[in-house]
């Protein structure tokens, strides 16, 4: 399996072994790595049966909240990071710094501007996503419609962005 890590992540991936598919030819990712591993399922050249999006980070094209998100990142970066973690946490209370990596501004705004149109370019290639219900980082619902047209999406009950 080819992983791709979130916004902030790094080697996450066993965090959500109780969903993963870890066969050679699947490509899946948390959050942010869900576009990546999008991306990657797209555009390879490699065999890939299953693309699994765990919690993607699915917004909406607002400029104005762009603007704010990336103007709070730029003016405290660290004060940003650890807001932003505690609602990827929510409702759980563990301990992620194992988990942590640096991140940059330009990443933060691909994440926002992300195009997820770019899933109908998939050819024969099966798409599972998985979301918490009581995730803090996206607009569920939104996200539950949108790949509900593409993907057999999974709503687990009072998770978080975690799962």
Known sequence: MRYYSGFCF?????????????????????????????????????RVDKLQLISPAFFKNNPKFVKLQLSGFKKDKQKYINN?????KYPKDIDISKYLDDCEAFELEEMFNFNWGLIEHLKNIKVEVFIGSEDKIIDVNNAVKFFKNYADVYVIKGAGHLL
């Open 84 to 88: 932003f973690l505690e609602n990827v």
């Open 10 to 46: 790094w080697n996450e991936r066993e965090l959500f072994k109780d969903y993963l598919d870890d066969s050679d030819f699947c490509v899946a990712g948390f959050s942010y790595g869900a576009q990546k591993a999008l991306i990657d399922a797209v555009h390879t050249n490699k």
